[in-house]
């Protein structure tokens, strides 16, 4: 696997783009912070306001823009330049696998869809990417997306929610794609991807990734990425804010924590083939990171697919 594959698989993500917004006259939607989820509006037509609560002031979104909020930041769509609109309700109703949100009456103003993400909370790749990624799809494999999303909006036949769940996976990755292919590069915080796009990580963290279970020694990664040792240790505080070995650790974690919920090994061998040396072991490195024993967290996760169905 690629890298983006890998942190794709190990981010464990599901979601959906199953809600299109159709926005006449005044309006106002606010979106609350989400731990473990990712949001992203995709302007169709028409022209909004975006005002994220750590910023100052609104930003203007037209016809071609996305926008996508990694780790869900609070935030509001609003018709008006403040976002102070508060009181403009908006209403919603179901139609096939979508959720239709309106307001006001004739021709809509504004049209957009919203795709939503639920994924891992270790996830290095919704941790390596900034609290907002602003782009721009015109001349993107997006507008395909969206032709695909609008014709199952347009007319529904059986299958539309598989259609439009596997789309969403399809957007994620095309999201993450045009990003990381930006020119000028964007910065990006302390993490994996930022290690990554250092061209001297780029091998070992790829090594650490294909095989993580490996018992890896610094002399091997330092070899891997063709630097002395002590240029290792600085090169990895720098990029990704953690040395080689914890980063080595937290790729066995998200990995184990993808078996737990994926399949039906015991403990004892999630552990042993993630690289642990033992259960016990693998389990207080677990319960430090997710604040859950295995055993818990993969009860957590049966639950959750229960309530599903």
């Not at 609003?78 to 307001?103: D, I, P």
């Not at 891992?120 to 919704?126: E, K, N, P």
């Not at 993490?191 to 610094?218: E, S």
């Amino acid at each position: 696997m690629d890298i983006l594959d890998k942190l794709v698989a190990l981010s464990q993500v599901s979601g959906s783009v199953d809600v299109q917004c159709l926005f006449q006259g005044e309006w106002y939607v606010r979106h609350e912070a989400r731990r473990g989820q990712g949001l992203v509006h995709i302007v169709t037509g028409g022209e909004c306001w975006l005002k994220a609560d750590a910023d100052d002031k609104a930003r203007r979104l037209r016809a071609g823009d996305v926008v996508f909020f990694p780790r869900t930041a609070a935030h509001v769509l609003s018709s008006e330049a403040g976002c102070s609109n508060s009181g403009a309700a908006v209403a919603a109703q179901r139609s096939g696998a979508f959720t239709l949100k309106h307001s006001g009456t004739g021709a809509a103003d504004l049209s957009l869809f919203c795709a939503r993400f639920s994924y891992d909370t270790q996830a290095d790749l919704m941790a390596g990417l900034p609290e907002t990624v602003l782009l721009d799809m015109r001349g993107t494999p997006l507008p395909h997306l969206v032709s695909l999303l609008q014709a199952e909006v347009d007319r529904p036949q059986p299958g539309s929610k598989a259609v439009v769940d596997a789309l969403s996976a399809v957007l994620l990755v095309s999201l993450v794609r045009v990003f990381l292919a930006e020119h000028p590069v964007r910065p990006l915080p302390e993490g994996l991807l930022k290690g990554w796009r250092d061209r001297r990580l780029r091998g070992v963290i790829q090594a650490v990734l294909d095989d993580p279970a490996r018992a890896w020694t610094i002399e091997e990664m330092a070899d891997a990425a063709t630097v002395s040792r002590a240029q290792l240790m600085r090169l990895f505080k720098a990029h990704t804010g953690t040395s080689p070995y914890a980063f080595v650790n937290r790729i066995r974690l998200q990995q184990a924590a993808a078996m737990l919920k994926q399949g039906a090994d015991s403990v004892l061998s999630v552990a042993l083939s993630c690289g642990f040396g033992s259960e016990t072991h693998f389990g207080k490195a677990f319960k430090k990171a997710y604040g859950l024993t295995p055993g818990q967290y993969r009860k957590q996760a049966d639950a959750a697919e229960d309530f599903v169905i």
